[in-house]
């Protein structure tokens, strides 16, 4: 079975940083798209960034675009979100996600993601 398990969510203050990290595992994740995306109270589940397994390829959302840097580790299965200039806008639960890739899409679509982490919650204060 597919686990994704994500942790390193916290309370931090405007300004500062943070590292998120998701762990896979139960299978080979070789030619999938690691993902992280965000839910905030009563707002839909958008799209943070994504890097391809393989390539190391990432994309992000404009929102977060130059503030956050997707990595992975492949001796730990491990993608990592790293998280600076951090604003109370951000605050959220960041999930991990994970898809096989069919096709050149951004995958930037949470719907397309077939494997999800439970969340970890993130909380910027002012």
């Known amino acids: 079975q597919v686990q994704l398990v994500e942790s390193g969510g916290g309370l931090v203050q405007a300004g500062g940083s943070l590292r998120l990290s998701c762990v896979a595992s139960g299978r080979t994740f070789s030619g999938y798209a690691m993902a992280w995306f965000r839910q905030a109270p009563g707002k839909e589940r958008e799209f943070v960034g994504r890097i391809t397994w393989g390539g190391g390829i990432t994309h992000y959302a404009d929102s977060v675009k130059g503030r956050f840097t997707i990595s992975r580790d492949n001796a730990k299965n491990t993608v990592y979100l790293q998280m600076s200039s951090l604003k109370p806008e951000d605050t959220a639960i960041y999930y991990c996600?994970?898809?096989?890739?069919?096709?050149?899409?951004?995958?930037?679509?949470?719907?397309?993601?077939?494997?999800w982490g439970q969340g970890t919650q993130v909380t910027v204060s002012s």
């Open positions: 996600a994970a898809v096989m890739i069919y096709s050149g899409s951004y995958y930037t679509d949470a719907r397309q993601y077939a494997y």
